[in-house]
T-cell receptor, first 116, second 117 residues
């Protein structure tokens, strides 16, 4: 069975602070994919990044960066110099190669509030 | 850009009514999904479809059915709405399988906030 844990239910920071959102996953499959989605107050989930299990390179996109560590089964997301527009619920998700070909397992989400 | 459109942002219905939630995608995606999102529970998969007229149950299919008569449209049906089906419903679509060795992400609509009174 697959599982995604986002231990931080809510995080509140002040603008320009850096913030890291944690994601820990469980799977027995050797091939799997990890995703991060952002859900702003408007409701739509916006795809941010995917990573496959063979690619442990960290990635940076502007103020966003992702740290994938297979040794600790973590795929953490850092926002540098946070802005009010970053306020949203962030979901980490896992797609394993076994089981259903289509199913994504989502974490319960972390609500990030960036205060001015 | 992928566009997934859900027919209503907000919907209020009464207990016992038959409720239809509609979802249309414009990118010729094979896969379509219906989730519900509840506070503290995250997203839970209700049903998904990998082709026209094909469907599979997700984690919480009880009380719901789906219909996919055309590739671009996926409908969620509450046969007899109950108050415990008050929730945010999210539709998503994706290409099938992997492209270039990378699993294709799901793209989501804006959601329908459904209240059953």
């Amino acid at each position: 069975a697959q599982k995604v844990t986002q231990a931080q239910t809510e995080i509140s920071v002040v603008e320009k602070e850096d913030v890291t959102l944690d994601c820990v996953y469980e799977t027995r499959d050797t091939t799997y994919y990890l995703f991060w989605y952002k859900q702003p107050p408007s409701g739509e989930l916006v795809f941010l990044i995917r990573r496959n299990s063979f690619d442990e390179q960290n990635e940076i996109s502007g103020r966003y960066s992702w740290n994938f560590q297979k040794s600790t089964s973590s795929f953490n997301f850092t926002i540098t110099a946070s802005q009010v527009v970053d306020s949203a619920v962030y979901f980490c998700a896992l797609k394993a190669s076994g089981g259903s070909n289509y199913k994504l397992t989502f974490g319960k989400g972390t609500l990030l509030t960036v205060n001015p | 850009d992928v566009k997934v459109t859900q027919s209503s942002r907000y919907l209020v219905k009464r207990t016992g009514e038959k409720v239809f939630l509609e979802c249309v995608q414009d990118m010729d995606h094979e896969n379509m999904f219906w989730y519900r999102q509840d506070p503290g529970l995250g997203l839970r998969l209700i049903y998904f479809s990998y082709d026209v007229k094909m469907k599979e149950k997700g984690d919480i299919p009880e009380g719901y059915s789906v219909s996919r008569e055309k590739k671009e449209r996926f409908s969620l049906i509450l046969e007899s709405a109950s108050t415990n089906q008050t929730s945010m419903y999210l539709c998503a679509s994706s290409l099938i399988g992997t492209t270039g060795g990378v699993w294709q992400p799901q793209h989501f609509g804006d959601g329908t906030r459904l209240s059953i009174l």
